[in-house]
């Protein structure tokens, strides 16, 4: 007996993934220094503080502008956001990691509280996403679990680089 097809349910491995990562998030961040955070073990590659405020404006300026817009609109036309022109462009080194991560978590709990209630119909909307393509809800959000996959195992190999020693803050 077929109890539905994947796509007619709310992906709910899915939005687990999704909302564990703030309280992982804030585990790795409890013990970084302020001087830690700002450290790039190469200057084509993100800082802890440069990743938090990334994700900070990938999560409202792409994602609940994207899923807004789905929910919204008959296949909206959605641009795709430079990280790295928005790390340099707003100076991502020099921003508050805290208010950044809390800004973070903010708008991560309303995208939550928007994707607990989505339907089947709703996760089959479409949006097309420049360099991408068509893309459903459904996708979007394992999109949205495939980000912060990356982004998590990025912060964890800083971490251990950190713990070696490899900056210079004598850690």
């Known amino acids: 007996m077929d109890d539905g097809h994947v796509q007619d349910r709310l992906p709910e491995d899915l939005i687990r993934f999704i909302a564990a990562t703030p309280d992982l998030l ?14 790039q073990p190469a200057t084509d ?8 405020c990334h994700l900070r404006d990938i999560e409202v300026e792409g994602y609940t502008e994207r899923l807004n817009r789905m929910l919204g609109e008959d296949r909206p036309s959605m641009p795709d956001l430079d990280g790295g022109r928005l790390a340099i462009e707003r100076d991502y080194q020099r ?24 339907n089947g119909d709703q996760l089959q909307r479409e949006g097309v996403l ?3 393509g068509s893309l459903t809800i459904a996708k979007l959000l394992s999109m949205m679990q495939e980000h912060d996959e990356g982004h998590l195992d990025e912060l964890r190999s800083l971490q251990r680089r950190l713990r070696a020693g490899e900056s210079e803050t004598g850690r």
Not at 29 to 35: G, I, K
Not at 45 to 52: D, G, K, L, N, R
Not at 103 to 116: C, D, E, I, P, Y
């Open 130 to 132: 420049e360099g991408v």
């Open 26 to 39: 804030a585990a790795f961040l409890a013990d970084v220094s302020s001087l830690d955070s700002r450290w």
């Open 95 to 118: 921003q508050d990691l805290m208010s950044s991560f809390n800004a973070f978590v903010s708008a991560r709990t309303g995208n939550l509280q928007t994707m607990k209630l989505l």
């Open 45 to 52: 590659e993100f800082s802890i503080i440069e990743h938090i």
